[in-house]
């Protein structure tokens, strides 16, 4: 069975461009969270998503922001990027997004901003 | 807010010794879910062990077993025969009962050395 995939895993973007970062869930699985992991740190609360809505969400600017789709899919968008935007982005799923199911993570999308 | 703690940046130990990581935690909530994340050098984090913040009885999976003081807000891992592929960061996180915002502690890095 296909685990929680991210795309891309590595992207390089410029300072003030956009980025989209997306993230399919596993089989059966209705909630999908965001977490940004800066070098040399834990991962930070960005997003959760269940059943297409916002759950919660974390201490971010309005600059990033995301969506689920039909098919339980999400997208993180991040406009007008910074350098301190430069992180491992962490996208997990999970069956019910209670916080007693366990939470299965992807490998990451390693975003650098120049 | 919540805060995790994890005051040993490094540690390593002997292949087939025992190791305990610490972790301690902030919280005025009486209801919640403690975790340890590993995470290898592959960035996908796997969940280590689980407890919850209502049960007495520490959790335990297989090498790995936390010791739970709920007063001290103390949750230390403890992995017993230690394997080269123990090597990865290691992370306390914690999550209220009722939300899904999962705070992570900054990680404590493992090397077995053989």
């Known amino acids: 069975d296909a685990g929680v995939t991210q795309s891309p895993t590595h992207l390089i973007k410029t300072r003030g461009q956009h980025v989209t970062l997306r993230c399919s869930p596993i089989s059966g699985h209705k909630s999908v969270s965001w977490y940004q992991q800066v070098l040399g740190q834990g991962p930070q609360f960005i997003f959760q998503y269940y059943e297409k809505e916002e759950r919660g969400r974390g201490n971010f600017p309005d600059r990033f922001s995301a969506r689920q789709f039909p098919n339980y899919s999400s997208e993180l968008n991040v406009n007008a990027l910074l350098l301190g935007d430069s992180a491992l982005y962490l996208c997990?799923?999970?069956?019910?997004?209670?916080?007693?199911?366990?939470?299965?993570f992807g490998q990451g999308t390693r975003l650098t901003v120049v | 807010a919540q805060t995790v703690t994890q005051s040993q940046p490094e540690m390593s130990v002997q292949e087939a010794e025992t190791v305990t990581l610490s972790c301690t935690y902030d919280t005025s909530e009486n209801n919640y879910y403690l975790f340890w994340y590993k995470q290898p050098p592959s960035r996908q984090m796997i969940l280590v062990i689980r407890q919850e913040a209502y049960k007495q009885q520490n959790a335990t999976e297989n090498r790995f077993s936390v010791n739970f003081q709920k007063a001290a807000k103390s949750f230390s891992l403890k992995i017993s025969d230690s394997q080269l592929g123990d090597t990865a960061m290691y992370f306390c996180?914690?999550?209220?009962?009722?939300?899904?915002?999962?705070?992570f502690g900054a990680g404590t890095r493992l090397t077995v050395k053989p």
């Open positions: 997990a799923s999970s069956s019910t997004g209670n916080s007693n199911t366990e939470a299965f």
């Open positions: 996180a914690f999550m209220k009962f009722d939300n899904n915002d999962m705070r």
